[in-house]
């Protein structure tokens, strides 16, 4: 699966190339960052979760319930930083049209 994304994939509002300052760049990479951080905690209490309704069967209930709670918060993660790039990147993703089809991806 080819996940890079060349400049000229990046849907743009209009013709003009963004410029970004180095603290922008800054802070784009500082919520990168956080979301990383996010996803692994939230998928690491998934694991953790899936691993305990394995030793402890009667509780695999409230256990299976604490991991799709995880689905929405990774979900909002994303969205946030997904909200913080188009910002810097000036993206109107309402104009942006579909993105790039994924290869490999059926």
């Known amino acids: 699966m080819n996940t890079k994304m ?3 994939e ?3 509002t ?3 190339p963004v410029e970004l300052t180095n603290a922008e760049l800054q802070l784009l990479y500082q919520h990168l960052r956080m ?3 996010s996803v692994n905690n939230h998928v690491a209490v998934i694991m ?3 691993e305990l309704s394995q030793r402890h069967p009667g509780q ?3 256990f299976s319930q604490m991991c799709l709670e995880k689905g929405p918060q990774i979900v909002n993660a994303l969205r946030r930083f997904s909200e913080s790039l188009e910002s810097a990147l000036h993206i109107n ?3 942006a049209g579909a993105p790039p089809a994924a290869s490999g991806i059926s």
């Open 10 to 12: 990046i849907p743009k």
């Open 48 to 50: 953790a979760m899936a």
């Open 93 to 95: 993703p309402n104009n």
């Open 35 to 37: 979301l990383r951080h």
């Open 14 to 16: 209009d013709d003009q």
């Open 6 to 8: 060349t400049t000229s």
């Open 60 to 62: 695999a209930e409230k």
